[in-house]
């Protein structure tokens, strides 16, 4: 499995944490590896505050990026600067990785589906097989590769980077793993408590279908 670095950065050089902004995700992370200085899932599980295992373990390989099973130090270092990294695609990229669940370079709508199932059922949420395909499938058409059977990478930065509420989702999900002295606890904005109201929210618009993909990272709805 490739880590952050190299999923999601295409270029030369990866900008990396400033002095200040690595004293504070050291502290973060001695604090989530305890004694032995390792991250393993289940500490990252508790860390992640979420009930989404194939989202938790998808991104927990990702930052593994040697694959032995623990997050060092320097992998949780480089995962920190690739979400704060705001001057290129890197977090973006990062985001369709954890899409990308059999890293083949496309995300397709099999692989929709069961990030959609995992999110639902994260909320305690069924809706029927026809009604979970019609979501995945609306999910695909809008970006601009429409008219083809999965989604590449380009085309899923064009249509997410953009939004007005990236940074905002991007930096709530950054607190979890660089907190800051003034940081208060990320909440939902938005209360799901029926299948008819989460399926007609997804179906209403797209930034909702947006949610998706960032706000399943952040473990929170976040569309009012």
Request: with cysteine; hydrophobic share 45%.
């Amino acid at each position: 499995m490739t880590g952050v670095t190299a999923v999601a950065n295409d270029q030369a050089a990866s900008p990396s944490l400033g002095f200040f902004q690595r004293r504070r995700a050291r502290k973060r992370f001695r604090r989530l590896a305890g004694v032995d200085r390792l991250i393993d899932l289940a500490e990252w599980q508790k860390a992640f505050e979420s009930r989404n295992p194939l989202i938790t373990k998808r991104l927990f390989e990702l930052v593994d990026a040697d694959g032995t099973g623990f997050i060092d130090e320097g992998e949780y270092f480089d995962f920190v600067a690739c979400l704060l990294d705001t001057e290129s695609d890197r977090r973006f990229r990062l985001v369709f990785a954890i899409f990308d669940l059999n890293s083949d370079g496309v995300i397709d709508a099999k692989e929709v589906r069961q990030i959609l199932q995992a999110s639902l059922d994260e909320q305690s949420l069924t809706v029927e097989d026809d009604d979970l395909a019609e979501l995945a499938s609306g999910f695909l058409r809008y970006f601009k590769s429409a008219g083809k059977r999965a989604l590449d990478c380009a085309d899923f930065i064009a249509g997410i980077q953009n939004y007005q509420k990236t940074d905002r989702l991007f930096a709530q999900f950054t607190g979890i793993w660089l907190p800051s002295s003034s940081r208060s606890k990320v909440k939902s904005h938005l209360k799901v408590d029926s299948r008819s109201r989460v399926t007609r929210r997804l179906r209403a618009n797209w930034h909702v279908k947006f949610w998706l993909v960032v706000s399943t990272l952040a473990n929170a709805l976040v569309f009012a």
